[in-house]
């Protein structure tokens, strides 16, 4: 069963404007959340995370927005720069038990940013 | 610094062949990951290393995979008798802690084609 789920395959945004990335969990372990930004050829990039005792998290041009009662999170990117074009994955894990950090993946969204 | 690296970067083989994969964590990093992912997928975990032993190896598919780390920097992920169904792309990555709210660094990946 899918843990971390994004439903959006795809999202295209005009220069400028805001870029809203959704994902979903099911786990209730899930205190820690991540975003990573993959180009094609490379490796994911961290660019973001928010523990589960936060409802907020910002950094320049990125914002991530928990709902805990929801297990819901979304990532905000404003103003969209055409180099932000890229996939974008959702990642959780949980700090208790032998989780060691391991990350649980979303299936991933593919971000255009039309100039 | 340097990043991880991975080598080879690509790697073709073929059916019920033996292949070995090679990770270069971030210099002082004690936890080493390694995740597998297939297209139009988001990474899922494979193995987890804190030093040299393998602290979480629920996520490796069968005994056909095997990883090691004998030193506790390079790891090396083994895959007898290679299947079709085992190619994707194979990541890597090191944090400088092995908790969940350590920032794991990726590698570029080895992509695996199994003919």
Redesign the interface.
């Known amino acids: 069963d899918q843990q971390v789920k994004q439903n959006s395959p795809s999202l295209s945004v005009q220069e400028g404007r805001i870029s809203i990335l959704n994902c979903d969990y099911t786990n209730s372990m899930f205190d820690y959340f991540l975003w990573y930004k993959k180009y094609p050829a490379e490796g994911p990039t961290f660019l973001i995370s928010i523990s589960s005792i936060k409802d907020k998290n910002e950094d320049g041009r990125f914002t991530v927005f928990l709902n805990k009662s929801a297990k819901h999170l979304s990532l905000h990117i404003v103003p969209s720069q055409p180099g932000d074009s890229a996939v974008y994955f959702c990642a959780a894990s949980a700090t208790g038990g032998t989780s060691y950090g391991k990350l649980t993946f979303g299936q991933g969204t593919i971000l255009t940013v039309h100039p | 610094g340097a990043g ?1 690296s991975q080598t080879p970067s690509n790697k073709v083989t073929e059916k019920g062949k033996y292949v070995e994969l090679r990770c270069d964590p971030i210099s002082g990093h004690t ?1 080493l ?1 390694w ?1 597998r992912q297939s297209l ?6 494979l193995i ?1 290393f ?1 030093g040299t032993g393998a ?2 190896d629920s ?1 490796l598919p069968n005994d056909r995979f095997f990883a090691v780390r004998p030193e506790g920097s390079v790891s090396t992920l083994k895959i007898q008798r290679t299947e079709r169904g085992d190619s994707a792309v194979y ?1 890597c ?1 090191s ?1 400088s ?13 080895t992509r695996l084609l199994v003919l």
């Open positions: 991880v936890a990951y995740y139009g997928q988001g990474p899922e975990f987890y804190q602290a979480d996520g990541l990555a944090s802690s092995g908790g969940a709210d350590g920032t794991q660094y990726f590698g570029p990946g």
